[in-house]
């Protein structure tokens, strides 16, 4: 993939009602190559994630453009927005989200039958052999480890096949040995499947691995500096 990926400019965010109002995001502006792995870096509540929920279209901006792929974001329903988000954008958040009475197969292929795809088992299966989980695929979320739990989060958010994935401290709930087999896992994904990374770590060793990172602080983009 070449060209932008994720085009931001001048995005504004603010959260939260009256008093309790909170600036998160002030005039972000950042582009994004296709292919490349962006690490988000900075202190707790500097707006990493929201930002990142932005480039994932779970957030609006109040103010400036989102653009993925070339789509500008903003100018999409609710639904149009959600049918792009399911065939564009891959989400794995740092506690997993599985729905707890869905087996690790019907989990993976959720998002498939949501994009009516004849054969979401069948692809559902395959990406959850891909992670290592092919004997675990009629457990349920609370009959798997932690590190398994995330790679089924991670099987679901690759088995559309999106252009982008975003990861949201995607091993910030397991311990140091698991979380490097995740670590590992989702770059061996990006590689194969030539998608797009963009991930909040508080990890230096695994903010290290990605092409580029870019540090906020009270969401301003404080530096960009190569990795």
């Known amino acids: 993939m070449s060209g932008k990926a994720v085009a931001l400019s001048q995005v504004d965010l603010s959260l939260g009602r009256g008093p309790a109002r909170v600036h998160v995001l002030r005039g972000i502006s950042l582009d994004v190559a296709g292919g490349e792995a962006v690490g988000l870096v900075g202190p707790s509540g500097s707006g990493k994630s929201t930002l990142l929920m932005v480039m994932a279209g779970l957030e609006r901006p109040d103010s400036g453009t989102v653009a993925i792929e070339g789509t ?8 149009a927005l959600a049918r792009f988000r399911g065939r564009r954008i891959g989400i794995v958040f740092q506690a997993f989200h599985l729905v707890p009475t869905m087996t690790a197969l019907e989990n993976v292929a959720l998002p498939l039958e949501l994009a009516d795809k004849a054969d979401a088992h069948a692809r559902a299966r395959r990406d959850l052999e891909a992670v290592g989980l092919g004997h675990r695929l009629h457990h349920y979320p609370a009959q798997l480890s932690g590190g398994e739990q995330q790679r089924v989060a991670i099987a679901r958010a690759v088995a559309p096949d999106p252009a982008i994935l975003v990861a949201d401290e995607p091993t910030g709930n397991l311990d140091e040995a698991t979380g490097r087999q995740i670590i590992d896992l989702l770059f061996a994904l990006k590689r194969d499947r030539g998608a797009t990374l963009v991930l909040v770590t508080h990890d230096p060793g695994l903010a290290r691995l990605c092409d580029r ?9 404080e530096e960009p500096v190569a990795a």
Do not use: A, K, W
């Open 72 to 79: 500008d974001l903003g100018r999409l329903d609710e639904d």
């Open 213 to 221: 990172t870019v540090r906020l602080r009270s969401g301003r983009i």
